[in-house]
DNA sequence: CCTATACCGTACTGAATTGGTCCCATTTTA
DNA sequence: TAAAATGGGACCAATTCAGTACGGTATAGG
């Protein structure tokens, strides 16, 4: 199972190369090129996150996107919340009030629990923090490779 | 968005209330009734935790299932995966290889972390735990109350 | 030995979601 | 005024998913 849908992976990506450019302007045609992504959903998903206010949209010719705001600044859960909505676990992360089994179905606390931990997970990575090359990750082989290979 | 799927949800469910009654055997009709599911759905998902060794079930008259470990030993990450698969956050987490991205991409690290966290949140919580019931965390009048109260 | 019970496997269906495309209006620059 | 680009929809095809149904097999009890 994968937690993201394609739309959301998209959106994170996209995302992080705009942040790879803070200077560029970047038109929807050039981002889905140079992420190697569908160019028509990758307009779709720049809407979304225009209206979400993490990118900026200029229109006319010479427009393009830009991020909103500084790269640092705009967390995952922001983004991918911005296209899949906020997220839950459980059906009844979501849906609480519909569950008939509120009052007695012991499962709940453990539920927001973990909801919690996904949810901070999300939100302590940074734009800014994905779109370091993957370089920055693998570069110096033994001590970092080892600390990141096991988080 | 809800991350688990309503099978696994029940999944889930129906695990804790095996767990919650260690000596009766059960029938996938009570056990419905008693978690308040539908009743072949309920079958179903049984079936599928019996094939991955969570639940054993007995066949023929008296039959019915039971779970085939101490709750205890048994985790939500394995009851979520016998259902859903393994988890992944991005599809590079799960069908890396058909990633062109692959090479130049710089999120993959990141989801393999957040990966991890889920994983390392989902295997920590086990079906005694999730089994426990409510009043365990109601009981404790002021403080405990209004803690799960407001979620 | 026979019957009722209950799991096992699997196939099927109807509905909902999703990825993806397209079109037209609006705005901006040249 | 024309070209370039976003904005905002509607729309479609395909996949996935929840839920159902059915025939097969094993077990308990009389």
Redesign the pocket.
């Known amino acids: ?1 994968i937690i993201l ?3 959301a992976d998209y959106g994170v990506i996209v995302a992080a190369h705009l942040a790879s450019h803070p200077e560029r302007m970047m ?3 050039t981002l889905a090129q140079e992420t190697r992504l ?4 990758v ?2 998903v ?2 979304t996150l ?2 979400a206010g993490i990118v900026a ?9 830009r991020l909103a705001r500084a790269a640092s600044s705009v967390s995952l859960a922001e983004v991918v919340a911005a296209i899949d909505g906020a997220i839950g676990v459980a059906q009844c992360s979501v849906h609480a009030h519909s569950c008939e089994r509120s009052e007695f179905c012991p499962t709940r606390p453990h539920w927001r629990r973990i909801n919690e931990i996904i949810g901070t997970a999300l939100s302590a990575v940074t734009l800014a923090e994905m779109a370091l090359a993957p370089r920055a990750f693998t570069a110096e082989p033994a001590a970092r490779a080892a600390e990141t290979r096991a988080p």
């Open positions: 199972m849908s394609k739309l038109t929807a045609g569908p160019r028509a959903t307009a779709k720049l809407k225009a209206h949209g200029s229109r006319g010719a010479g427009g393009g996107y």
